[in-house]
């Protein structure tokens, strides 16, 4: 079955301009492809938003698959246990820098000795198991958010107060990434089982489908949805959307005060491949070890793969037949807001949605950038209405009480005035800093 019988359509932004959408339609009607794990497994001990684990095993170890390997109970609620995603021995512990805080964070080095794959935890009945049951099996397989954030997937199943709206975000916005879509293609009644857990734990009393417009049409899965009494809502084509804050004001048309969660107003967002996720750990005893994922290059077109985490990017390249040297540039994620690695030998995360290559040529636009023209379209396009250019002017001179009048911690990282802006200014450091500077004092 196909995704889409006609295109996907552009997304359209505030002040008019149109995100370019060639690399998920490339890929949207491309099945998972699995890649076989790599000779030598790179697996960080932090993959969450959160503190890191602690190894659980020693170098000289045998590891099996699905085994736990990284843990610690005593870093509060927001550390997610990490597994191996092969059978192996560990061959080092070490520092390397991880793809996405750019910083040095330790490391597990796996060999491994078989792609062999058997469920590690005993299957839950959840007419069996309690609420809290549930939500320990969650925490327990390493379930986070695979939209990219990798927020821990226990905890926002684990609210202190009621809940009335679980949104269920299938709007995949990032304009290289279709790996959720093919999911809904592929595994639909899985996808069914874990949005029925995530209820059930949750207490929520209503439960909404957002997805994008008609050409993302899914006619067997949306009837699933519909025989569980699933509403869909179909949402703008608007690539910021996507973000949980501004879903929840599409949605509920409910803000989200200063400095709250939703929680706070009654609504919980989890995107669809996460619910899959919980369905695989609950019901099949699986614990977070792969994930679907697009990649995309010029050379290869779009494909959608499935990745055990841990995965050298170079050995992904291979596998799909192109060498790592073709390419000039590697983004991991969104290319809105992923970061782009300094080689290939770093690893796929959890929170890997995306692999994209880029060859030499096609540079870097943000390379050299130009002195702004005070054009103004950075501003105009900002989806939480900030200013992006006069942040940037506030961060380098170190002006933290303007940062705090220009509410630069409300940003959502969206990209969007890096994308737009006519001098080739990419924004994101002075954003992150601003924050930074703001948590600081
Ligand atoms: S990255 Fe932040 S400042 Fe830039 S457009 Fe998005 S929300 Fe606005
Ligand atoms: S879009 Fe770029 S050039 Fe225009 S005002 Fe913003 S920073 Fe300046």
Request: proline share 7%; glycine share 14%; with cysteine.
């Given at each position: 079955m196909k995704t889409n019988e006609k295109p996907v359509s552009e997304f359209v932004e505030k002040g008019g301009f149109k995100m370019d959408l060639s690399m998920k339609r490339d890929a949207v009607d491309s099945p998972f492809i699995f890649i076989p794990p790599a000779k030598e497994m790179v697996v960080f001990?932090?993959?969450?938003?959160g503190p890191e684990t602690k190894p659980s095993v020693q170098v000289g170890d045998k590891v099996f698959y699905g085994q736990k390997i990284g843990d610690d109970l005593?870093?509060?609620?927001l550390v997610v246990p990490i597994h191996s995603p092969?059978?192996?021995?560990?061959?080092a512990l070490t520092q390397r820098q991880h793809p996405e805080s750019g910083k040095k964070e330790m490391a597990l080095i796996i060999e491994t000795h078989d792609d062999k794959q058997k469920p590690y935890y005993e299957p839950l009945d959840p007419d069996d198991a309690t609420t809290e049951e549930l939500q320990e099996r969650v925490r327990e397989a390493g379930v986070?958010?695979?939209?990219?954030?990798?927020?821990p997937t226990h905890v926002k199943l684990s609210p202190e107060k009621p809940i009335s709206h679980l949104l269920i975000n299938a709007?995949?916005?990032?304009?290289?990434?279709a790996c959720d879509s093919r999911l809904m293609v592929e595994k639909p009644a899985g996808i069914i089982t874990g949005i029925k857990l995530m209820t059930q734990m949750l207490e929520a009393d209503e439960v909404i489908f957002a997805t994008r417009t008609?050409?993302?049409?899914?006619p067997e899965f949306e009837k699933l949805l519909g025989e569980n009494d699933i509403p869909i809502i179909r949402i703008r084509p608007?690539?910021?959307?996507?973000?949980e804050k501004l879903l929840i004001k599409e949605i509920l048309d409910k803000e989200i005060p200063y400095?709250?969660?939703p929680p706070d107003i009654g609504a919980v967002v989890h995107n669809v491949s996460t619910a899959h996720a919980v369905k695989r750990a609950v019901?099949?005893?699986?614990?977070?070890?792969s994930r679907g994922l697009t990649m995309y290059s010029k050379k290869t077109g779009g494909k959608n793969l499935w990745v055990r985490m841990g995965t050298p990017v170079e050995h992904v390249l291979e596998s799909v037949g192109?060498?790592?040297?073709?390419?000039?540039r590697i983004v991991i994620g969104?290319?809105?807001?992923g970061p782009s690695i300094p080689n290939s030998s770093y690893p796929v995360l959890k929170a890997t949605s995306g692999i994209t290559a880029f060859t030499?040529?096609?540079?870097?636009?943000?390379?050299n950038p130009l002195p702004c023209?005070?054009?103004?379209y950075c501003n105009t396009v900002c989806p939480v209405d900030i200013y992006p250019q006069l942040i940037m002017e506030a961060e380098k001179a170190g002006d933290i009480d303007r940062l705090k009048k220009l509410h630069?911690?409300?940003?959502?990282?969206?990209g969007l005035c890096s994308y737009v802006c006519p001098s080739r200014i990419r924004f994101t450091p002075y954003l992150q800093r601003g924050k930074q500077k703001i948590r600081d004092t």
């Open positions: 001990l932090r993959q969450h938003i005593s870093g509060g609620p092969v059978n192996g021995r560990v061959v986070v958010g695979l939209g990219g954030a990798s927020f709007k995949e916005s990032d304009p290289n990434i008609k050409e993302g049409e899914i608007s690539y910021s959307i996507g973000s400095g709250k969660y019901i099949d005893g699986e614990p977070l070890v192109v060498s790592p040297s073709e390419f000039e969104s290319t809105m807001m030499q040529k096609e540079p870097d636009p943000y390379r023209i005070r054009c103004g630069v911690e409300v940003c959502i990282d969206c």
